[in-house]
């Protein structure tokens, strides 16, 4: 729980009910005069597929030709769907066109890491079916899709916690990980209650931003503060030069006492507006989760996935925290869906054990909290699909196997990337226990590059289950 420790608290908490309320009413004025909005959150670490999923998403809406499982695709319902300009000015376009033409062109490639938030209206023109069918003609629904890095997500942990408890956490946490042995023995050295001298701040900053990024290259989610690794236009700047320190008394005009300062100001100025503006809008969530990519980086890497999971969780169930409460201000997001990414790594004869590992890692984090009443489920997608399916003999029967062209050498390679366990606990007790390997098997990932695709008029680029994800998200809104 949050206290109220001091007057510019009790500021920040009036411009979040100010904010608040200004657009409570604005929406409740102009509610009946206008078109269904519905604000879809995409969300994940970085790396997860939030790009490739958004474009891929979109290009299907347009042509809705694989897009079966989308009851008003399939029903033609939906009359057409278009692009529009988005409602927030200030916040960056999702570049679809320059994704779109990047992952269709003779050479596909991927995009390139994003690092910030973006937004992207799509509009469709919906005819209603049932009842209102005969006398109502076709309505406008939009889709507000709004990206944004995971890592901010984890950020919210943060204002619950002094710089204190914050430093504690961070440096039992580097311990043992990529770069991070070499900050605790920097830190070590370092003295916090000595003056505070800005070139000394900047490298410690700058280690501790460097052991992040290689945390989170190794396979680690829980990197934050989020915007270390995704720092934008606030790169270098005062409110990112910290870094925890040993814990003690700070006097006046020290290094440590600067740096709790700073951290503060990272809550008030990053993290709550972050919240108040954008997170407080979403509707419905779909959270990105790379999990072959965890299981291929072992067990630690699993088992830091589903802590940062359970923290990023967190952000959905506003009634545990006070400043969510007061943002929300009884509105809630109504649909939370969990997707296990990049599923064309696997033939679909796994997809059901990389679905049910999916589950029970979010299982821990669901039990603790109903979602004040959230809908949620779990899925393995794939938002374009690089691979085809093979069964090859193998020296102990048949192997389910996928085809794709590999990136870094441009072959054709069949792919086995190990047999997924039945009972996801098979995964998740020897990554909770710390193990550093898998015991029975290994499990490697390929990454595979974009396939060239033809398309038939009317189909949207190949995926799997992209249309089942959309029915659960805002099928009921068609
Ligand atoms: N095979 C496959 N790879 C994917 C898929 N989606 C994403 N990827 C890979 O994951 C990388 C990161 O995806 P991106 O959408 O940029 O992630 P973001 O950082 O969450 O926006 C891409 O460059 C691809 O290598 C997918 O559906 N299938
Ligand atoms: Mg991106």
Redesign the pocket.
Known sequence: MEAVKGPVLVISTIADQIARTVEGMSDTLSAPFTDPVIRLGVT?L????????ITSLVANLMDRGRMPQLEAAATGAIRTAYLQPQPDDTVPRFNFEAYLSQLTAPEPS??N??RQISELRLSMRVQPSGLLAGISGPRTVHIDIVDYPGEWLLDLGLLDQTYAEWSEAALARAKGRPGGDDYVALVAGVDPTVPLDEPEALVLAERFTAHLQEAREAGFSDCSPGRFLLPGDLAGSPVLTFAPLPTTRYPRGSLGREFERRFESYKRNIVRPFFRDHFAKIDRQIV?VDVLGAIHAGPVALDDLRSAMARILGAFRPGRNAFLTRIFQGRQVEKILFAA??A??LHHSQHPQLTAITEALLREAKDRADFAGAQTAAMSV???R?TVEETVDHKDGSLDVVRGRLLDTNKQAAFYPGKLPDDPAHLLTPAREGSDTWLDADYSIM??APAPITRRPGDGPPHIRLDKAAQFLFGDRL
């Open positions: 994940g970085s790396r997860a597929g939030k790009t490739v999923f991927w995009p890491g994003t990105l990414t990049k064309d790594h794939a938002a374009l690089t990454n595979f």
